[in-house]
């Protein structure tokens, strides 16, 4: 199910195209399925790759020499005690550390393996999906439980769900993480790119997003003694790293109408919940869908029936 709901945003993405070649250029549709998997396999499957490369090396030094690590904890834990006189460094406080570390480690490498696994069955469907396109589309359509119209509706939101969702959560990630290790860079954070691409991923987490990441670093910092430096990259996430994404969001909505935010946080939380990190994309199309459904349930059977107003005193509250 991960693999045949991956690979559907993919090919939502990449049938233009496929169409394109095939009837305009007038391409075979095995050399044309090639093609744009190559394309697929090089812009999404490759670059996830390097980023996973980047992550387990950073994490292999740690694990080797993991002092640049510890300095801060200790640090952060000498303050906490001449501040409030709470010894951070318990016997029972780290062993619960290192309890949600063995977890955190644990949910890492079986979703890893997942994804591994999910990456590679992908281009397989993908490619079947490409190449007997037309009549997989329309042997979903039959399956559809609605009238031409809203069968039209519904298609065409599940196309521009995808499209603004893989249009906005890449977008949104390059922008901040860039903005983000220009920051670390100019305030003189060890290893930018590995934070970087951890601020980047940090996006897609809801509520917190790339705060989760620079936020702490700042206070890390300040704790360290370097409060100029610290308030220095806070204000720059603040007023940089954050404010990014309500531009990326505005161009967005220029180009295609998006979801609600509320949608979009369940969405990945949906997703990463059943699906792990494939789940990211096509979470937020199932939370969607569902929105869209209740919609559709309302004006066909509701407000149809004339019982959208049937008790205009009632109030809820």
Not at 5 to 24: D, F, I, K
Request: one cysteine or more; hydrophobic letters at 55%.
């Amino acid at each position: 199910m991960s693999v045949l709901l991956g690979a559907m945003p993919l090919y939502v993405l990449l049938r233009g195209q496929m169409r394109h070649l095939v009837a305009e250029r007038h391409w075979r549709r095995g050399c044309a399925a090639v093609l744009l998997l190559m394309e697929a396999v090089v812009g999404f499957v490759l670059s996830f790759g390097l980023v996973v490369w980047l992550v387990v090396r950073e994490l292999t030094d740690l694990a080797l020499d993991p002092a640049p690590l510890v300095a801060p904890l200790v640090a952060m834990a000498d303050y906490v005690r001449e501040t409030v006189g709470y010894d951070l460094w318990q016997e029972d406080n780290l062993a619960m550390l290192l309890e949600m570390v063995k977890d955190l480690g644990l949910w890492v490498l079986n979703n890893s393996l997942d994804f591994a696994l999910n990456i590679t069955l992908l281009p397989v469907v993908l490619y079947f999906m490409l190449l007997g396109g037309e009549r997989m589309e329309q042997c979903l359509l039959d399956f559809v439980p609605f009238d031409g119209a809203q069968t039209s509706e519904v298609v065409g939101e599940v196309g521009r769900v995808i499209r603004s969702t893989a249009l906005h959560i890449p977008l949104s990630a390059v922008v901040q993480g860039v903005m983000a290790g220009i920051g670390y860079w100019i305030f003189g954070v060890p290893s930018v790119l590995f934070w970087a691409v951890m601020t980047a991923f940090a996006t897609m987490i809801p509520v917190t997003g790339s705060t989760l990441v620079w936020l702490p670093m700042a206070l890390v910092i300040g704790i360290n003694g370097n409060w100029g430096i610290a308030g220095g990259l806070a204000a720059w996430g603040v007023l940089a790293v954050v404010q990014v994404d309500n531009y990326v969001q505005r161009y967005v909505e220029r180009k295609m109408c998006r979801q609600h935010p509320l949608v979009s946080d369940l969405g990945v939380v949906v997703g990463l919940s059943l699906f792990g990190f494939i789940g990211l994309i096509f979470g937020q199309l199932l939370v969607a869908q569902l929105v869209s459904f209740v919609r559709f349930f309302k004006r066909g059977y509701l407000d149809s029936a004339g019982c959208a107003n049937r008790n205009p005193s009632v109030r809820l509250w």
